[in-house]
């Protein structure tokens, strides 16, 4: 199974930017889908952005389209998401994941990294 690491978080006022990072371990990738999931204190894990690995097509939630851009690194075996115009609501625990088709449910990604925490200051 594919191990995924996260880094990137941290605190950052509104308005600004933060992007995260997630490596996979293993030669062998064969996750053909990377996503981003977030969740914050007594909500649920809530879908942010996907991208197709070989394709680089990516998809947004409605709630971070325009401000947020999936990307990858294909030698370097990592998926990135740059996040700009934070606001208070962007804190959460972002998770990066790996699976096998286009979707926003959980349930369709098998791989998940441990997350790292994003806090947005009003």
């Known amino acids: 199974q594919v191990q995924l690491a996260e880094s990137g978080g941290g605190l950052v006022q509104a308005g600004g930017s933060l992007r995260l990072s997630c490596a996979a371990s293993t030669r062998t990738f064969s996750n053909s889908v990377m996503g981003w999931f977030r969740q914050a204190p007594g909500k649920e894990r809530e879908f942010v952005a996907g991208l197709g690995w070989n394709s680089g097509s990516s998809f947004y939630s409605d709630s971070v389209k325009g401000r947020f851009t999936i990307s990858r690194d294909i030698r370097k075996r990592t998926v990135y998401l740059q996040m700009d115009t934070l606001n208070p609501e962007d804190t959460a625990v972002y998770y990066c994941?790996?699976?096998?088709?286009?979707?926003?449910?959980?349930?369709?990604?098998?791989?998940w990294g441990q997350g790292t925490q994003v806090t947005v200051s009003s």
């Open positions: 994941a790996g699976g096998s088709r286009f979707s926003r449910e959980r349930s369709d990604f098998s791989s």
